[in-house]
Structures are given as structure tokens and as C-alpha cells.
């Protein structure tokens, strides 16, 4: 894992800094990071997987979008912490599979029936990489934003210790209850 690039990034959310990573799989990360200096307060850390239609569109299909903003607001509040953007559009089957599964799904079947009659696994994420850049910036302790137990054992596999694990509250749009519904009932989300 190799930092390619480091510049400031004023946001509306606050100030932050801007990196860029390669890995050696060639998979190419941006994190945004809050003082990630500052060993005086415990980071907040969230792996957040691109989504095109959440984080950019406005879509209410799922809430990537919302997810992505309140992470951003809470880094702030907290002082310190860090964002890694994960290239894995779709749980992993890219933007175009992506929405022939919501073709499917519109006809009746759910996130994780859909994926898998286009033939792919429910999942194909992997956060190993994810992990190797926390451990890059030196954390030992983090506050972590996630449901996802896939997620927590690749941090902890890297010797990360999540001191806390933050639930992000929003409203909930009918689309949305449903899709959450399915990643608690078919993929061991913790709700
Ligand atoms: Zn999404």
C-alpha cells in the first residue's frame, strides 16, 4: 500500500485532507483524513464503499448517500479521524451490473437474490487493503462506523482495536427499510 498523494481539502462538511493510495492489487483508494496527527483523541474510522447513485445522485434505493455525509459531520465533531472511500461499486460487480440488479429488483426480488441470479456472490468486497491503510496512518485504537462483521474482523486482523462502534441514525425511506431488512437477514448485518 503506497501513498501517491496528500493535499488539503476544504469541504462543507469542514477541513480535511485529501490522499490518495495504491495498492499493489492496483486498486486505486481516496481517505479523507481530520488531524490524523493528533494522538490526543481517539480517530473515528468508516470504510465506506462507493455508490455512484447514493453518494452522488440523490438516490433513496439505498442510503449510501446519507451515510457517507453523517460520517463526514461526525469526523468533524470528533476532531480526528479518517474516511476510506473503497473502489467497490455495487458490493463489488461495478455500476452496470449494479443497476441490472435493480432492474430485477424492481421485479419483485431483493439486493441479495438479485446479485446472485446475475451470478455473483451476495458480497464480493474485501477490506484487507482498507485495514492495511488504517494501519498506515499508525492508529492502534478507533472508534469504528459500521454494521458490517466482515468489515470489523479484517480491522481487527490487522491488530486494530475498535474501542467503539458508532451507529449512524437517520430517517429511513420505505426503499431503504427494505434493503436494510435484507443485509440484517441474509448478510449478519448488526443492527
Ligand atoms: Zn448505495
Known amino acids: 500500500m503506497e501513498k501517491v498523494a ?5 469541504s462543507k ?5 485529501i490522499y490518495g493510495f495504491k495498492a499493489k492489487s492496483g486498486k486505486e483508494y481516496v481517505v479523507l483524513g481530520k488531524n490524523v496527527e493528533d494522538d490526543s483523541i481517539i480517530p473515528i474510522v468508516r470504510i ?16 449510501c448517500g446519507e451515510q457517507l455525509q453523517e460520517t463526514l459531520k461526525l469526523i468533524e465533531e470528533n476532531g480526528r479521524g479518517l474516511l476510506i472511500y473503497q473502489p467497490e461499486e455495487g458490493r463489488g460487480i461495478g455500476i452496470l451490473n449494479k443497476l441490472k440488479a435493480y432492474e430485477l429488483q424492481d421485479r419483485g426480488l431483493d439486493t441479495v437474490d438479485a446479485n446472485e441470479e446475475l451470478g455473483f456472490k ?43 462502534r458508532i451507529k449512524l441514525k437517520f430517517e429511513k ?6 434493503y436494510l431488512e435484507v443485509k440484517k ?7
Open 122 to 164: 451476495a458480497d464480493l468486497r474485501s477490506y484487507e487493503e482498507c485495514a492495511q491503510i488504517i494501519s498506515h496512518f499508525g492508529f492502534r485504537e478507533i472508534k469504528f462506523i459500521s454494521n458490517n462483521p466482515e468489515k470489523i474482523k479484517a480491522i481487527e486482523n490487522m491488530g486494530i482495536k475498535i474501542v467503539e
Open 13 to 17: 462538511f469542514g477541513n480535511f485532507k
Open 173 to 178: 425511506n420505505e426503499f431503504v427499510k427494505n
Open 6 to 10: 496528500e493535499a488539503n481539502f476544504p
Open 48 to 63: 465506506h464503499s462507493q455508490c455512484l447513485t447514493g453518494d452522488a445522485l440523490g438516490s433513496l434505493r439505498c442510503d
Open 185 to 191: 437477514k441474509k448478510m449478519g448485518h448488526l443492527f
